[in-house]
């Protein structure tokens, strides 16, 4: 079993920025993935954006060009990087990891966007 715990969410004024962070306790380096997921109330969780074991990443379209993810393998850790936040972004956000037969998720951090 790995453990993911997120940290960095909180309250933030529209334009804005925070920085989401995702430590495993086990390694990510043999992970197929890692991605970070959302989910506003009354909303499915949708994929905001992941980054592979190589390094290449991909966005929601409604992210793209305002969040970075980004990974740190010595650490265990993956990062969101979130600038020029909406509304819309407010959602819990989830860690996820991909270790393609098994797949681990995090318990959460709000992420809270005010108008």
């Known amino acids: 079993q790995v453990q993911l715990v997120e940290s960095g969410g909180g309250l933030v004024q529209a334009g804005g920025s925070l920085r989401l962070s995702c430590t495993a306790s086990?390694?990510?380096?043999?992970?197929?993935?890692m991605a970070w997921y959302r989910q506003a109330p009354g909303k499915q969780r949708e994929l905001v954006a992941i980054?592979?074991?190589?390094?290449?990443?991909n966005y929601a379209d409604a992210v793209k060009g305002r969040f970075t993810i980004s990974r740190d393998n010595a650490r265990n850790t993956i990062y969101l990087q979130m600038n020029s936040l909406k509304a819309e972004d407010t959602a819990v956000y989830y860690c996820?990891?991909?270790?393609?037969?098994?797949?681990?998720w995090g318990q959460g951090t709000q992420v809270t966007v005010s108008s």
């Open positions: 996820n990891a991909d270790y393609i037969t098994l797949a681990f």
């Open positions: 086990g390694s990510i380096f043999s992970t197929n993935a």
């Open positions: 980054i592979t074991r190589g390094g290449s990443t």
